[in-house]
């Protein structure tokens, strides 16, 4: 009679803790009583929202009353349209995590396991161990995906194996032919997910969709945002593609009405502007551009990123001179006191110790004068704690 509700909960969600989103801005404005706080922390389109967008929004507001089309009838047929696929192919998400957490629970199970790769998105790990499977996590190469030891990893108990295209926090990306090569090799029952959240802004060579091998690979599911790149991450919609009967699977669990009225409306606006999303690519390219030569120039190395964000490794003797203060907690990383003097200092980037990278900080690419703001505040702190 002395169980705590620890005792009581499904073992695999006795073992998470709630996910940590960046910290928002009001937050911080708040605590600190400033305004123009800067946010490159979440990997969001630092163009904000578009104008077809927002009319998109205004007018679904007229039926604000009434249930969404739970089938998503419009913007499915966008997509389709969009992607050369049919609307059996499509299931609609609360945003691609939503997509993520329902192929765990529709395929895995207590004596199931799921793949992974290590510094691979953390949402994987959260909802394999929510349905209580097990996780297997396969050694980086270099910081990408090593899909070779991930394929060692499957057995007769895998059912699923996560694949991040590009993969954040590290920004690194797979050519199209080392997916096909691994498809090849797996058996059918291992479903392959391939997130594609960053897929609008790769524009490498060798780089392509998995969508193509989808006639080939039944096994195989595609999942894409509107969170990112298009702009709309608060608006929650995401898509996964795959073979219809997959889809059909999906679609038995998913909550009925999963992507609010105002989510559809937006998206199919937004798929409509192509050129605001061709703009926030192109602003995304010199962005990285000018983060990455910045972090170079002050001697800081980081991952290079095809994403929307870059990690970067924290220069470990930089933090020796810190302030007695700050010395007084010796278990902070050299990455969480430069967070937290950056956060000081109004601008707020990703710590990314649970990804096993507790040196590096994750920063997004904003606009051009926060992406400044940033690296000049980042030169005045390093400056000013560096060994002499
Ligand atoms: C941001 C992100 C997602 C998508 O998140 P949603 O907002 O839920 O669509 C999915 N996968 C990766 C790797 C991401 O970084």
Not at 301 to 318: H, K, L, M, Q, R
Request: proline letters at 5%; one cysteine or more.
């Amino acid at each position: 009679m002395c169980e705590t509700i620890n005792d009581l909960v499904m073992p695999g969600v006795a073992q998470l803790h709630p996910y940590e989103g960046g910290k928002p801005v009001e937050e911080l404005e708040r605590e600190l009583g400033i305004s123009h706080v800067v946010k490159l922390a979440s990997n969001e389109n630092p163009l904000g929202v578009s104008h077809m967008v927002k009319d998109a929004i205004l007018n679904a507001m007229d039926n604000g009353a009434r249930y969404p089309d739970g089938n998503g009838f419009y913007l499915k047929q966008a997509l389709a349209g969009h992607l050369s696929v049919s609307t059996d192919q499509l299931t609609l998400g609360n945003g691609s995590n939503d997509l993520l957490d329902l192929l765990a629970r529709c395929f895995l199970g207590e004596g199931l396991n799921a793949v992974v790769s290590d510094h691979g998105f953390i949402v994987y790990q959260l909802v394999v161990t929510a349905q209580n499977a097990e996780l297997k996590s396969a050694p980086a190469n270099e910081w990408g995906h090593d899909l070779q030891a991930m394929a060692a990893l499957v057995d007769e108990n895998t059912r699923l194996l996560f694949v991040a295209n590009p993969n954040n926090p590290t920004g690194t990306w797979l050519p199209l032919e080392d997916i096909a090569e691994m498809m090849a090799t797996l058996p059918s029952s291992v479903i392959v997910v391939v997130d594609e959240a960053y897929f609008e802004y790769v524009g490498e060579p060798g780089y392509g969709s998995a969508l193509s091998l989808l006639d080939q690979y039944p096994n195989l599911v595609v999942t894409r945002t509107f969170s990112k790149a298009y702009g709309l991450a608060s608006l929650r919609v995401g898509y996964a593609i795959s073979h219809p009967e997959v889809a059909e699977v999906l679609n038995r669990l998913r909550q009925p009405f999963n992507v609010n009225s105002f989510g559809l409306a937006a998206a199919a606006a937004a798929l409509q502007d192509q050129s605001f999303l061709q703009n926030s690519i192109q602003l995304n390219q010199k962005g990285l551009q000018q983060i990455q030569q910045g972090l170079s120039a002050l001697g800081i190395s980081y991952i290079p990123s095809v994403g929307n964000f870059v990690a970067f490794e924290v220069p470990s003797d930089w933090s020796r001179e810190r302030s007695v203060e700050d010395k007084a907690s010796k278990n902070k990383t050299a990455a969480q006191a430069l967070y937290e003097l950056l956060l000081q200092r109004g601008v707020i980037v990703r710590p990314i110790g649970i990804y096993r990278m507790p040196h590096f900080l994750r920063v997004s690419i904003g606009l051009e004068d926060e992406n400044s703001r940033f690296l000049h505040i980042l030169a005045d702190i390093l400056a000013s704690g560096a060994m002499s």
